[in-house]
């Protein structure tokens, strides 16, 4: 069995990226987001407050215009709150600078869309690479830990492939292969099977459910309750806030009703459980940042 080490990386990085300070992976106090649109001021987040602990499996829920992705996008600090504070692994990136904020972004932080947002006429390999790239990590280890990413979600068979040779599902693999690629601790998924039929779904949200297994923090916005019912924790919004929050007891993907071949395993680490032949055991957690030149593969 191979395994992945951390990635190495050329350039020296400031400690706000390396401390690991925090059982509290992200808090967010008193956050608010108002959107700006000259003549009228939207609220997204009215005030929320809110602790993800390192290690939770979270599913976002509310209807559509709740600021779910309000939320992810401020979590994913591709957006900045109005107010409040947002503490990420025990440091306030509120106020931080874009630049600080993209490279949190580029090792903290995965990023999963629900459009997958890989770039068109480039392999999933080069896709998977990129967040590499960006985080200077040599070229022959970028292209190594590529391949492995790509077979730890199952699609190592497909690493030549373009985004539009691969199924819906397929792509989101390879999405969610790049966002492991700086093993960031937090993985963020705004709708991720939205995009997905069912038998797809239910193998994204095992995988989400292995990664979880496996250490990583998974926060997956969705608005199916099938889809939510993988995870141990489901946070409801509503017009901009937090309406309900309570644990969750993960039902597999039997119990979902969803009906896929490989429906119920559950087992850690299993090559079965990412829902393709070829996937591989053991390696890195974590996401990527979202990339500079980032277009719908679709
Ligand atoms: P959800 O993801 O739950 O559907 P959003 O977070 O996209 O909801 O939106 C929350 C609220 O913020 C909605 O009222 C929406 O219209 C508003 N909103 C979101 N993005 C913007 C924006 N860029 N400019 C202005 N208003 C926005
Ligand atoms: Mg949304």
Redesign the pocket.
Known sequence: MRTLSLPRFKKKIPGYITENVSEELIRLEDLV?I???GA?K????KRINLTIHRGEFVAIM????????????ILGCLDRPSMGHYYLDGVDVAGMSPDELSLIRNRKIGFVFQSFNLISRTSALRNVELPMTYAKCGRREREERARLLLERVGLGQRAEHMPNELSGGQRQRVAIARALANEPPLLLA??PTGNLDTAASVEIMELFSRLHQEGTTVVV?T?EEEIAAFTNRIIR?RD?LVVSDKPNVPVNAGNAGAGADNAGKHARGGPENAGASDDTDGGPKGGTSRGRRICHAD
């Open positions: 987001k959107y700006d649109t009228l939207v609220l997204g987040l509310g209807q559509s215009g709740s600021g779910k992705s309000t939320l992810m996008n705004d709708e916005v608005h919004f901009g």
